[in-house]
């Protein structure tokens, strides 16, 4: 990294702003960022704003930061730490700091980019320094890059994650390069294996996008998947089974007869619909935790006595006051870049796409959403689409060393996602890790917790992978994964019950 400026910086990003409120969405449940004593500087790096034009000569500003291995006599390697999205910055990278670290015995520094376009690297805005997924700040958004946004494609990121390894790693004699890419980051990394097959040492992927299947207008219908095998297996659970019987599924879909039918007790009680409760449902799919609270949701409304309306009263109350932080999301993810990627290569295969009454049709017959659809809908009919390049959809088949990890639950990028990316990738050293009853991005603390107490045994597998130099993956800690709480018994669960339902008593008898 020699002819870099690096300055000094905080390990961990100040993310506060005053009057700014809510999180991404993805880090709800995550713990805090633990106490270090690491240190990390901060450069940026001058990237093209077109890498292949001869006619455009403008450049971005491309954020990095690096975490110090407190023993650089040790320091074999670069591990890149590559965020999803998309839209997502490098912020959010920061919970995996103190994990990997320790996990490969300070042998590597870590290196954290803001993607082109968010964070802090030439942020795209839509007014008063904001970027957030509303339709107003999209349409100003469209109106005032126009096809200035051709430039914030995957494929430039990719290419900008190569810049990085060439100015920082490369220079370096006998230095490794390894990247971790999560979610988005995937679809990202495998954009740049496809540029640049054989330039890593290793690569591990985390909640996978499939590159020809990774479609958002099809994200709540898979959400609903992964809903329907929670329901399912929650009925083999004996405390489960003897609140909603030995087909839970039958009770969730009563839930929706009785809102369709206008016959629900509760849904008049609470004043709810049915977009109040399958965007909640979606969210709470998504926490390794919350979502053992669907169940009792749906005894206590069907049942619908004084105590379930008190505690489902105190539910939506919580759900209504949402995220009181002051934390800056913009700052997390960027919706104007997250959107531009989206909706030109990650949004639908019909071009096209439905409209809006068309989408809001479909969404009403999923118990599990995430509310975006209608939103990229709406989007899709002003943005200026940028055009797909000869690298999409592509795989880029390395001999290098391959690790991919998958939650069997994840209902953000599902399981059947990453198995059949995993196909496109031939060669020896190519590993694939499933993580029974798992969520999504499963190496971030607190989404694949073990019986000895650790916080995520995907860390472990990702690092130990990387600690070998890509050879041999250690997956012990996958048969010590915690079992799955269908009894809503343990007590994060009941933790949770507290915070939402204000009381313990999950089931309410």
Known sequence: SQGIVWTPCTVYTNDTTAGARGRASWLRGYPPRPPTNLTADCTQL?????????TNPGHLSYFVKRINSPVPSQVRGDIYLINGGPGGSGVDMEYLVVSF????????????????????????????????????????????????????TVTNAA????????????????RQTYIYGVSYGSYLVQRYL?????????????????LQLARLLQYDFNQNTVGYALFTLCGLDPTCAKQLGPVPLYSLHLVYEQMFAGTSTCAGVLGVGVNSINSLFGSALTDPFLRFLLPPFVKRFLRCNSADIAALKSLFAAVAMGDTSNINATLHENAIVGVNIALSEMFSEVQPPPTLDQ?????????????????YTQASRFWPRYPHDKYFNVYGDTSKPLLMTQGTLDPQTMYEWARDAF?????????????????????????????????SCASRVVTSFFTSGGQTPNTTCVAQLIAPD?????PPVLALAQAFFNTTDVWGG
């Open 194 to 210: 496809a540029i640049f097959p054989e330039e890593a040492d290793a690569i591990a992927l985390d909640g996978v996008c499939a």
């Open 46 to 54: 001058a990237v093209p704003l077109f890498y292949n034009s001869t």
């Open 359 to 375: 989408v809001t049709a479909m969404e009403q017959l999923f118990f599990f959403t995430s509310n975006l659809a209608a939103l």
């Open 101 to 152: 670290m320790q996990q490969t015995n300070n042998a590597f520094n870590l290196i954290i980019p803001d993607h082109r376009g968010t964070g802090r690297s030439s942020p795209l805005y839509c007014g008063n320094y904001t970027a957030v997924e509303t339709l107003p700040c999209l349409a100003d958004a469209a109106a005032l890059y126009n096809k200035q946004l051709y430039a914030f």
């Open 423 to 455: 196909s496109h990738y031939s060669g020896s050293n190519k590993y694939f890790v499933s993580l029974p009853n798992v969520v999504h991005a499963s190496a971030f603390p607190g989404r694949s917790i073990t019986t000895d107490g650790d916080p």
């Open 486 to 490: 269908y009894a809503a018994a343990s």
């Open 159 to 174: 290419m900008d994650l190569h810049t990085a390894i060439s100015a920082i790693t490369k220079p370096v004699a006998g």
